[in-house]
């Protein structure tokens, strides 16, 4: 216990710089352990889900432009948890949006996404036995279903063929509960 106490720093004081529809950032002033003061820059952000979803030894995957990064990707569905929203109401709810499908959900892992600067918190789910039930989509997003193989999608997630890294990580854990 002492040792985790040696590391931690301590908020002196905090602005709020910029309030999104996203993302709120935040820039702290922290005490570090030897005494001295640093500030911190925070990405705050509500957490996420992404959802392996398997049907018929296929994975259902979307391709999207993502503005950021400016090109496609393609990735596996995913979204932002709504405020008071529980992690599997919001995996059920973007796996239905993005690829029509519904199904049962077990979460497989739960991580930080950029713990240097972000609170953001990703809940990974496994979703099986998938039946059609669309939700529509968000007026924003533009996407477009694929599926791929699932010994296809380990290959790619084990050579570097997706950029994603909830994609890759989701895929690799995934692979010890199927």
Known sequence: MN??????????EGEVLFEGRLLRLERDRVRLPNGTEALREIVRHPGAVAVIALYEQELLMVRQFRYPVGRETLEIPAGKIDPQEAPLACA???????????GTMEEIATF???????????????????SWDPLTMDDDEFIALERIPWAEALKLARNNGFIDAKTILGILL???HI
């Open 112 to 130: 930080y996404t950029t713990p240097g600067f972000s609170d953001e918190v990703m809940h990974v789910f496994l979703a099986s036995d998938l």
């Open 174 to 176: 995934a692979e010890g």
């Open 3 to 12: 040792e985790k106490k040696k590391l931690a720093e301590t908020r002196l």
């Open 92 to 102: 059920i709810r973007e796996l239905r949006e993005e690829t029509g499908y519904r």
